[in-house]
């Protein structure tokens, strides 16, 4: 599994911790949302870099409290055609300011990449391919969208209306 940030491949420092498993001494440990609601006082209490795994099932109001503690939400892609961590990524962004690493997991595509960094993705684990060529290719594709999101870029109607 290759880690994209910035359009490079990035040494991953994040630890993916079972349930059941001890957190690390050091290093990054990424939870899931179960254990996260499990032993929020314990880890709330931990001093350095921490994660949460979201589940796409799960609701953000669910971690909203904790967004000021967590550096990473890791949003899961279980299947390439299930876009609601697409919905999470512009929540936790736009409705929730949050500010820290969003990683997208699971079934991570080429072809999704360009609509996944509008949504607020910042790093992607990718499993197959030329993950840096991609990235490359995928930003290029469009340049004009419909869908409005809080990345700034004005959409083909606003364009339509400035008379560009």
């Not at 001093?47 to 109001?61: D, M």
Request: contains cysteine; neutral net charge; charged residues 25%.
């Amino acid at each position: 599994m290759s880690l994209l940030k910035d359009g490079a491949l990035a040494q991953d420092p994040w630890v993916a911790v079972a349930d059941d498993a001890p957190l690390p001494e050091d290093g990054a440990p990424i939870v899931s949302l179960a254990r996260w609601q499990r032993d929020r006082a314990a880890l709330r209490a931990r001093n350095g870099a921490l994660g949460v795994r979201l589940p796409n099932a799960a609701p953000v109001a669910a971690i909203a409290d904790d967004l000021d503690r967590l550096t990473l939400v890791a949003l899961e892609f279980p299947k390439f055609n299930d876009g609601r961590a697409f919905s999470q990524a512009r929540q936790l962004r736009e409705r929730y300011r949050y500010t820290g690493e969003l990683r997208a997991t699971g079934q991570v595509l080429r072809d999704q990449l360009l609509f996944m960094t509008r949504c607020g993705f910042d790093a992607f684990e990718v499993a197959k391919g030329d993950p840096v060529s991609a990235w490359a290719n995928a930003l290029t594709d469009f340049t004009v969208f419909y869908q409005p999101t809080g990345d700034g870029r004005p959409t083909a109607a606003a364009l339509r209306r400035a008379g560009g």
